[in-house]
């Protein structure tokens, strides 16, 4: 066999690979073997079909064409590997000359990395915001972990703000109540927000027995997205009080015996947050100057392929959780689908760029994944999936996705590398030490990494 390849653009090639004919001889004998256990042939038993006779019944042709689907694969491979072609998708596979006894002849177009020089990237400089936590700051934890320990107790008058109401709910979609639209029971804090736009007013000044009717827009369900008339019960009111804040409070809120040290541990774990932040928020700006400083040619039918993958974990998986359309959705973002077409174009350039630089600062800085690092992230992704740590490392292995998650940990500490060697202050001008991150905020860097390209990785994954 021999095979030349042609650089069509910076991220597609075209192989032309000649085959001897002798080259074909197991191909052939396999495609003769195959129609053997397929066809019956009278005074003969099957699978001792003679080649001449299989020939003369069936065609040559249809033996050449088995033989050739058999073989194409294989010398595809050979080729590409013997240029030592970086492949992404399936090829374009033509076949030029097909000589029986002679030679075939094809070409192959396929997309391929592109070659990638990666600059000093050690002047990197990026500002992030510093980390202050305020007494405001500090006094509105403390108050969060407070309406946690609520209490309620039913009283005999009309809904106020805050109160806790108990609620039959019945939707009428054009004069016709939904299957889905009929509720008992529901629990419900006036001024929470968190039910149907407008059962505020609707049910403040109501007591238990009375009811009343409002028009809403359904935000999930079979009509979600229409005006429906709402009708509400109020079946109890209920006075939320809240605990005093003082020492008791903290006992029964938490391990510690005053309310001073309950504050104080809440102003430590907001600083531990805001710290992870500054890291996140610094690997994300150290990511956008080194995409800068780099050209990345891309794959136009990869691009199209990330596109249509994005729209489509959008509107089916997302969205659909959600009981949207993505013309609904436009609606609520207020976004003309022109601005959606180019916002999901750009986010897969850069989901694209962002893989094909960290994977190559991987080799350049020949960085490996041990099994300490994959199982920790293996943990992270599985709690973010709502999946156990076994599940989720079954649902890998089954679907073949283990490469997958070592390329997302390879491309988190090349982004750490990176991050390592950049200067970054924060905006109030101190410079931020990142270089000796702990394993949070190492983890953190591999979930920036994921989190640009895991999409990316994915189409290339399926394709190649």
Known sequence: MKSAVENLNPTRVRLTVEVPFEELKDSLDAAYKKINQQVTVKGFRKGKIPARVIDQRFGRGAVLEEAVNDALPKFYTEAVNEAELNVLGQPEVDITELKDGETLNFTAEVDVRPTIEIPDYSGIEVEVDAVEVTDEDVEKSVEQLRERFAS?????????????????????????????????????????????????????????????????????????????????????????????????????????DTLEELKADSRKRLENMKQFDQATQAQERVLEKLLELVEVPVP????????????????????????????????????????????????????????????????????????EELTEHL???????????????????????????????????????????????????????LSDEDEDETEAAAGTAEAETSEAAADEKSEG
């Open 300 to 371: 136009e039918k990869l691009l199209e392929d990330e596109i249509n993958t994005r729209k489509h974990n959008l509107e089916h998986h997302q969205l659909g959780q959600m009981g949207l359309t993505l013309d609904k959705y436009l609606e609520l973002q207020g976004k003309t689908a022109e601005e959606f077409e180019n916002e999901t174009r750009e986010a897969a350039i850069k989901g694209i760029k962002t893989q094909f630089v960290l994977d190559e600062l991987v080799k350049q800085e020949k960085l490996n994944v041990n099994q």
């Open 379 to 433: 943990m992270r992704r599985a709690a973010s999936s709502g999946m156990s740590p076994d599940q989720f490392a079954q649902a890998v292995v089954e679907q073949g996705q283990v490469p997958l998650l070592v390329g997302e940990v390879a491309r988190g500490k090349a982004l750490a590398v990176v991050v390592e060697k950049a200067t970054v202050k924060d905006t109030n001008g101190e410079i931020i030490d």
């Open 152 to 256: 309620t107790t039913p009283v005999e008058r009309a809904a106020e703000d805050g109160d806790v109401v108990t609620v039959d709910l019945e939707a009428k979609v054009e004069g016709k109540v939904l299957e889905d639209g009929v509720a008992s029971g529901v629990s419900y804090t006036i001024g929470s927000g968190e039910l149907l736009d407008g059962i505020d007013d609707a049910v403040k000044g109501l007591s238990a027995g009375e009811e009343a009717t409002f028009t809403s827009e359904l935000k999930g369900g079979s009509a979600a997205g229409k005006e429906a008339e709402v009708t509400v019960k109020v079946t109890q009111v209920a006075k939320r009080e809240l605990p005093e804040l003082d020492d008791d409070f903290a006992q029964l809120a938490s391990e510690f």
